[in-house]
């Protein structure tokens, strides 16, 4: 393989990655024509796209290509979980500058492609155009497989909240990183590649899930997108949510409640979905919290009590951190 981005070529590099790549049966047609074709037994297509760019979401001195490539391929794939869909196919459209070592973009397309197989989907094509910032644009696809998707507007009062995954493990990454250390390693390695639960999506669904979501933003956040959908409060028991040690002395070390990190961290991609009271759920989900009728505007509430500070990541404003 020749040195740089630019040495290869365009079609040079397109070589490179599609003969990286593994297929699924959903895929009837992959990369090489001018557009790939997925099965859609469902008739129906759930569609999620999402993007990573370098300085903003990434930073090459803390993460690999191939770490990027499993991130940016599980915050779309958890899109498509946590709609009750089963992900079928990836699209990547990718900016990288002429002087890139040829290996970055190569290693970057190993993580989406493994990342794509632990979630049973296949990459099926894409564009790479030059340029100066290095962006990463996935599209991801889904089955519903004859479900009804799951939305964030079904919420109602009397419903439970539940989450399965991690919470806060990203965040908490981050703040070792952004000091300069490299451990406790399970954090670091949450922030760099998350793990999202996503069998937990389709089961939800076929639980009777009324409103699902998974956290990118934070919890708060993205449980806010659910009540003000679906016009209702939520209220979570913070005695109900699990802060590991290991987080709590992190949390301790760099002055930081570790409830914070759980709260309004994102990146993680659990899966946090709501349910009536009767569901009787497996041991993997926890219940959190409980939908109330508004006794004002749909909220969030901790513990009874507005939360009165960033509940999560804004991409516009000052609550995203540079990672």
């Given at each position: 393989m020749k040195g740089t981005v630019g040495e290869l070529g365009e079609f040079g590099l397109i070589r490179e990655l599609t003969s990286r790549l593994t297929t699924t049966p959903a895929v009837r047609l992959g990369p090489g024509d001018d557009a790939a074709v997925v099965a859609a037994p469902d008739r129906r297509v759930v569609a999620s796209t999402d993007v990573l760019l370098e300085g903003r979401h990434f930073r090459r001195d803390w993460s690999t290509a191939y770490d990027v490539g499993r991130k940016a391929a599980a915050q779309n794939l958890a899109d498509i979980a946590a709609m009750g869909a089963v992900p079928t196919a990836v699209l990547l459209a990718l900016v990288v500058p002429a002087e890139l070592p040829a290996t970055w973009p190569t290693e970057l397309m190993d993580g989406i492609r493994d990342e794509c197989q632990v979630a049973g989907a296949a990459v099926v094509g894409g564009d790479v155009v030059r340029g100066e910032t290095i962006t990463v644009a996935i599209t991801a696809l889904g089955d519903l497989r004859n479900h009804e998707p799951?939305?964030?507007?079904?919420?109602?009062?009397?419903?439970?909240?539940?989450?399965?995954?991690?919470?806060?493990?990203?965040?908490?990454?981050?703040?070792?990183?952004?000091?300069?250390?490299?451990?406790?390693?399970?954090?670091?390695?949450?922030?760099?590649?998350?793990?999202?639960?996503?069998?937990?999506?389709?089961?939800?669904?076929?639980?009777?899930?009324?409103?699902?979501?998974?956290?990118?933003?934070?919890?708060?956040?993205?449980?806010?997108?659910?009540?003000?959908?679906?016009?209702?409060?939520?209220?979570?028991?913070?005695?109900?949510?699990?802060?590991?040690?290991?987080?709590?002395?992190?949390?301790?070390?760099?002055?930081?409640?570790?409830?914070?990190?759980?709260?309004?961290?994102?990146?993680?991609?659990?899966?946090?979905?709501?349910?009536?009271?009767?569901?009787?759920?497996?041991?993997?989900?926890?219940?959190?919290?409980?939908?109330?009728?508004?006794?004002?505007?749909?909220?969030?509430?901790?513990?009874?009590?507005?939360?009165?500070?960033?509940?999560?990541?804004?991409?516009?404003?000052?609550?995203?951190?540079d990672d």
């Open positions: 799951v939305t964030r507007s079904g919420a109602r009062a009397g419903d439970v909240v539940a989450v399965t995954g991690w919470l806060g493990w990203s965040a908490a990454g981050l703040a070792v990183l952004s000091r300069g250390f490299r451990s406790p390693r399970a954090f670091v390695e949450a922030h760099r590649r998350p793990e999202p639960p996503y069998h937990a999506g389709p089961a939800a669904a076929a639980l009777g899930a009324t409103a699902m979501t998974d956290v990118s933003d934070g919890l708060i956040a993205d449980l806010g997108h659910i009540a003000e959908a679906s016009k209702v409060r939520i209220d979570l028991r913070t005695a109900a949510i699990d802060v590991p040690t290991q987080m709590s002395d992190i949390g301790q070390a760099v002055g930081v409640d570790p409830l914070q990190w759980v709260l309004t961290g994102g990146e993680d991609h659990a899966i946090v979905a709501t349910f009536p009271s009767d569901v009787k759920l497996p041991a993997r989900w926890k219940v959190i919290g409980e939908v109330v009728n508004p006794s004002a505007l749909p909220q969030v509430t901790v513990d009874g009590a507005p939360w009165d500070k960033a509940g999560g990541w804004d991409h516009f404003g000052d609550t995203e951190p």
